[in-house]
T-cell receptor
Framework: GALVYQYPRRTICKSGTSMRMECQAVGFQATSVAWYRQSPQKTFELIALSTVNSAIKYEQNFTQEKFPISHPNLSFSSMTVLNAYLEDRGLYLC?????????????FGEGSKLTVL | GDSVTQTEGPVTLSEGTSLTVNCSYE??????LFWYVQYPGEGPQLLFK?????EKGSNRGFEATYNKEATSFHLQKASVQESDSAVYYC????????????FGIGTRVLVRP
């Protein structure tokens, strides 16, 4: 079946430092990867949608300068949170979409939890 | 833009009773509708999806009908179990918006034994 792995599961970083997180799709081709942040208020915020061979589309309030994303192939994506501050804390979720699927279903990893001190 | 509104939690109920979590949506197109469930410490898992209006989705005793006229997709279960305690998210995906998945705020359900 389709599985998505994210790592690290948890990171604690000092304010102003950066954190890189990775997302691995297993058992299917992840043509699109969506990165979300789940804040302490438990809302899913879409950060960006990355599609192989297309430009990465960032949502309002999120920028490439702050959240650079790499999606080099159909099984892997990474995102970095640069200069993390308290407001960046939360659970970062990677959702991968299967090749050819047009219903928008995402397979999610278990998330990378970021704590900023 | 697209939006999803759902029952504000927490919803607390006893084992064996029925559950309804309301979900309504706004979109200009014809979306696919989803229910996701998230257990503590895990990412959200798909419960089921319904791509067409007037059809019903179901899984693990949960069900919801895609009501295009009412723009609703209410989640129901006739008899809940303690293991159903989780946060439930209603979501929609719109092809015209690049298949962007828009989530509701989530409804925490607590089932007491």
């Amino acid at each position: 079946g389709a599985l998505v792995y994210q790592y690290p599961r948890r990171t604690i970083c000092k304010s102003g430092t950066s954190m890189r997180m990775e997302c691995q799709a297993v058992g299917f081709q992840a043509t699109s990867v969506a990165w979300y942040r789940q804040s302490p208020q438990k809302t899913f915020e879409l950060i960006a949608l990355s599609t192989v061979n297309s430009a990465i589309k960032y949502e309002q309030n999120f920028t490439q300068e702050k959240f650079p994303i790499s999606h080099p192939n159909l099984s892997f994506s990474s995102m970095t949170v640069l200069n993390a501050y308290l407001e960046d804390r939360g659970l970062y979720l990677c959702g991968a979409r299967d090749w050819g699927a047009n219903t928008g279903q995402l397979y999610f990893g278990e998330g990378s939890k970021l704590t900023v001190l | 833009g697209d939006s999803v509104t759902q029952t504000e939690g927490p919803v607390t109920l006893s084992e064996g009773t029925s559950l309804t979590v309301n979900c309504s949506y706004e979109t200009k197109q014809y979306p696919t509708l989803f229910w996701y469930v998230q257990y503590p410490g895990e990412g959200p898992q798909l419960l089921f999806k319904v791509p067409k209006a007037n059809e019903k989705g179901s899984n693990r005793g949960f069900e919801a009908t895609y009501n295009k006229e009412a723009t609703s997709f209410h989640l129901q279960k006739a008899s809940v179990q303690e293991s159903d305690s989780a946060v439930y998210y209603c979501a929609l995906s719109d092809l015209s918006a690049g298949n962007k998945l828009t989530f509701g705020i989530g409804t925490r359900v607590l089932v007491r034994p």
